[in-house]
């Protein structure tokens, strides 16, 4: 038992597992509660900056239906992430290419970091229209929102390892900024202002589900954390309820964000620095709940840098390099360059992004990980027929069962 | 590599050639009825003249030449009153010896030199350090003598677990460090990685612990500590008793401890002795004044120039009226009122104690008050400074790394206001939670979240809690604490750690 403890404590055993592995993988490198901290405290973070407001423009105000219905589908496909990992300890690249071959997981695995380019383009110019309205009082220049890429550069030459370790720090983060903002905001939100609910045409919830489609297509974060996350017994209930709970703080955020709004909801952009502005004690003290914004801001930096954290480490694996840091500064390269030349056409990039793309996101949130499902459930038929792992893979296997170096 | 001859003559002209300082002296003489002749070499101002005196050359000098044959090397170990004797005759190691501080005897006749284990190298006495004072509990410090640092830790584990693995490191200066730990408690591949890489360090001095930490650090750049450091025995006892490696320098009174958590600063030896909650106010304080000292000044400077809403308005009224005709931009006053505090001090530290207090009125009343009245700076950023300097020092090994991040934030918050500070928050987490020193994280047991090792981080449980030693440091025996009767702990787990 001190042995696990250890190990999941970051262990020397699990850093020369980590170390041989090199960057190709990082087998057991996520525990089971950093999983569940991820699920529960950095995914709902995304969902608190535009997501309201085009939810409450699209669906009329009824913005909890298809809320609830993204979170559900997202459920499904967070639960199909759980049954992946219980029936296989392979990383999605090593799937695909048991599957496949080697040349379609290089493919694959270049199109999912595409993919993650693709889908924090919106984000960040999201991101960057929050920063200028949050942080500054007059519009500043473009430059000031620069440094991210610094930060985002480094992230990215991090392994998954340190995500893991930041999925930990969002517990006591989260916690502290999302409930004292929450306590500022309740008393002046009026909860009747979603009433009733499901009254609006079906047709508004299907375009605020459809519309609302690229904030919450998080499961595809979770394909390249396959084989990373090593699943134990009584895991699927941990995960499934910790993303309940974050599924709660969205919802519970929305409901306070349209009480306090209201008709005004859908152009509020980026309003969760001002929910608790309302507070009787803050014309006495100042503006402290921006504190609470400001620390919830550390954690959309985390959650900003996921995808491209995770597009280097997908492109490194499939171009087979080590050396992430001329990825990480080419990709954040490109990005500040895409950044500062579109931040004038949010609008555009934005119907570009919701109106034609946005069934990419389906396929890479939903589809991806169903056809990963068909390639182990192949895996499986091919060893029932005799293939599948040697002796000695499923002695390392067994071995490396009890690391879970985070 | 030469050898030692039968004459006393010549050994003493080869060790001279050697050893050609003033300061290695030759002591000849003979025993009373002449017919043995002696010399002891030593390095002046490092052997116990005294005792070499009572306890060889006077014994020496009773002697007298065997009747029958010659005299041997083991007559003479048995006239010597000494516990520490060796025999040598290679001069590359007497001269090792010497240098060392022991004396070296050589007999006239005999091919054999016995080295006399008289070191008495100057030190001073053992009193309480100045930067690990304590208003309760143990006041003895380490000097810079490791031989009494070794038994000041001796004194505390009276246990055969104590061991201590001795290197000499530094090509002029042959520093003894030792790495002592606790066997069967502390981690020995940490151990074994600590002295190989102590091995592998190739440079010409030692000349304090923290020469040896820069070379032990995984990460050569960081501007965070990544070995602890402590002044008190009672401290690095503790330390060992919950599986970290402690490592003494000859020379240093300060020992380093590894592994290192973050967290480690933020804990007082005094926390084990108040009561826990008072301990856990006071590391929660702590953590709070660090908080405040390095970012209360780049808030400050921000709210100013990004983002007037930071402040109540109330406040912001009566900073308007003290900046009102200030010939600097906010974060340009701010930078030299820090400069300022830095200089002084900077100062305070190395001038004479009878200055100081010169310095105290020059810094306080002259450059506070004058600069003030004069319009050069504002009273609210004196006073900011002012009680971000106090902050810091409420965990002093951190002040280092608190100033240089002090600047950073400051630099940031002057350029991009609040989201500066925000994403450089953001970055120095990042940075903390991947840095890993000997396989053990700097930010756990926070991140990794270690929910056991909560128990004695910032919050302190009381000592029948802490029954286990952290599980970060990968302790062979986890049990710390169990019951007289020796009945099993909580957990069902014997002392050896067998359920």
Known sequence: MGANKLALAGGSVGNTLGKNLGAKDEKGVIGTRQLCFFVAFLLPVSKLLETPSVLAYYAKGDLLFPAICQQLLQALAIGLFLFLSARTDKSFFELIESGLGRIAAKIIYIALAVYFVFYSLLPLLEFERFVYTAFFDAAPTFSAFLPFFLMSAYVCTKGLKAFARSADLAMPLFIVSFVGLMVMSVGESDFSAVLPLFGTPISSSFKGFLRSMIHFSDSALLLPMLGAYRYKKGDGKKVMGSYALGSFFVLFFLVVFYGLFGPLSPIMTFAFDKTAQYFKALNTVGRIDLMLAYTMTILLIFYYCLPLQLGVICFSRAVETNKKIPVAAALNLALLLFTAYFAKFYTRIYNFVTYYSFWVFPVFAYLLPLFALFLVLKNRGKRMNGGGMSESDKKTARKEDGYATC | ?499
């Open chain 2, 1 to 499: 590599m030469k050898n030692l001859t039968t004459s006393l003559n010549e050994n003493i002209e080869l060790i001279k050639t050697e050893l050609p300082a003033e300061d290695i002296l030759v002591y000849s003489f003979t025993s009373a009825d002449k017919s043995l002749r002696f010399a002891i070499v030593y390095a002046d101002g490092v052997v116990d003249k005294a005792l070499l005196g009572d306890l060889a050359a006077r014994p020496l000098k009773r002697l007298t030449a065997p009747e029958k044959g010659k005299l041997a090397l083991n007559d003479i170990k048995e006239a010597l009153l000494f516990p520490e004797l060796k025999e040598q005759t290679e001069t590359e190691e007497l001269k090792k010896e010497i240098l060392d501080g022991n004396a070296v005897l050589l007999t006239d006749g005999l091919k054999e030199a016995v080295i006399v284990g008289a070191k008495l190298p100057p030190s001073r006495a053992v009193i309480e350090p100045p930067t690990d004072v304590a208003v309760k509990g143990p006041r003895e410090g380490f000097v810079e003598d490791i031989k009494i640092n070794m038994a000041l830790l001796r004194k505390r584990l009276k246990t055969p677990q104590l061991l201590f693995e001795m290197q000499k490191v530094g090509k002029q200066s042959e520093t003894n460090v030792a790495v002592c730990y606790l066997k069967g408690i502390a981690d020995e591949e940490a151990k074994d990685a600590i002295v190989e890489k102590l091995k592998k360090i190739d440079t010409d001095v030692i000349v304090d612990s923290s020469y040896i930490a820069t070379f032990l650090a995984p990460r050569k750049r960081s501007v965070f500590r990544q070995s602890g450091t402590t002044e008190k025995p009672d401290i690095l006892a503790a330390k060992m008793a919950e599986g970290r490696i402690g490592i003494l320098v000859d020379g240093s009174p300060i020992a380093l401890t590894t592994p290192y958590l973050l967290t480690e600063d933020f804990q007082s030896s005094e926390d084990y002795f108040v009561s826990p909650f008072w301990a856990t106010i006071t590391r929660v304080m702590r953590v709070i004044a660090v908080l405040v000292a390095i970012l209360l000044p780049a808030f400050y400077v921000s709210s100013q120039l990004f983002k007037l809403q930071l402040l109540p308005l109330s406040l912001t009224l009566t900073i308007a009226s003290s900046i009102q005709g200030l010939p600097l931009s906010p974060s340009l006053e701010m930078f030299l009122v820090l400069f300022v505090l830095e200089v002084l001090k900077e100062a305070s530290v190395r001038m004479p104690k009878y200055v100081g207090m010169a310095l105290s009125v020059v810094g306080a009343l002259v450059l506070g008050e004058t600069a003030v009245s004069a319009g050069f700076v504002s009273t609210p950023a004196i006073i900011i400074v002012a009680f971000s300097g106090i902050c810091l020092y409420t965990v002093p090994n951190f002040t280092e790394t608190g100033s240089i991040l002090r600047w950073l934030f400051l630099i940031v918050a002057g350029s991009i206001g609040p989201f500066g500070i925000v994403l450089t928050a953001a970055f120095v987490l990042y940075y903390l939670i991947s840095s890993d020193a000997f396989g053990v994280p700097m930010l756990a047991p926070f991140a990794p979240l270690v929910k056991e090792d909560l128990k004695d981080s910032l919050v302190k449980f009381n000592m029948e809690r802490l029954d286990k030693r952290p599980t970060l440091f990968k302790p062979k025996n986890r049990t710390r604490l169990q019951s007289k009767d020796g009945k099993k702990t909580k957990k069902g787990e014997t002392e050896n750690g067998s359920k």
